[in-house]
């Protein structure tokens, strides 16, 4: 894929729409190489719930002395800038982000690109696509299971894994399903 890619990870305090955004975890690739990571946790302007600690290991002492959203910002944008936001269910991982930005008076629109949606078109045959089944049926070493980087790194191994085991063009073609369907968001990275 010609365009860059950035695969992106949130944890948050919860699914509820009052939650906010814990941890954010991005790697963005162009021509199929890594040129930038990110990776920082935040003050969620509350305490992190005993189940994401239980599910993350994310402790109410981990974001004592974490920036906010506001002050992450700045990088957010660079590393983002002109990338396809990827993401294992984009819907949840974009929702977050776009309330963070849109409470700072920023627009975020980007093109997405699901790896669930990836996963259920060029393998078919599997019926489970979360990531915990991708990087079990992959056989994909993760370093640790819902921490944000840690995550976009699995995304990013299936990506690749994608690469080998499909051409090019099957590939590309399972993505721009997803842009086409964006078209307007698409237009604006050419």
């Given at each position: 894929m010609?365009y ?13 729409i ?6 954010i ?9 890594v ?5 920082t946790m935040?003050d ?10 239980e599910?993350?290991?994310?402790t109410n ?20 800038d ?14 977050f ?7 700072q008076?920023n627009?975020?629109a980007p093109p ?19 990531l915990e ?9 993760v370093?640790a ?24 063009d099957t ?16 237009r604006?990275?050419r």
């Amino acid at each position: 894929m010609s365009y860059p890619l950035a695969f992106i990870d949130v944890e948050t305090t919860g699914g509820s729409i009052d939650s906010r955004v814990l941890e954010i975890g991005i790697i963005r690739v162009e021509n199929n190489r890594v040129v930038d990571t990110f990776e920082t946790m935040l003050d969620p302007l509350g305490y992190v719930p005993p189940i994401i600690t239980e599910i993350t290991g994310i402790t109410n002492d981990d974001i004592e002395h974490a920036p906010q959203f506001e002050q992450a910002v700045p990088r957010l944008l660079e590393i983002l800038d002109g990338t396809i936001f990827t993401a294992h269910n984009v819907s949840f991982d974009y929702g977050f982000m776009k309330r963070e930005f849109a409470k700072q008076h920023n627009l975020f629109a980007p093109p997405l690109l699901c790896t669930v949606k990836l996963s259920r078109r060029l393998f078919p045959q599997y019926s489970k696509h979360s990531l915990e089944a991708i990087i079990e049926r992959h056989q994909i070493p993760v370093s640790a299971r819902h921490r944000a980087l840690a995550d976009a790194e699995a995304m990013w191994q299936f990506y690749q894994l994608m690469l080998h085991e499909f051409d090019l063009d099957t590939v590309e073609q399972a993505m721009m399903a997803q842009l086409k369907r964006q078209e307007p968001a698409f237009r604006l990275l050419r």
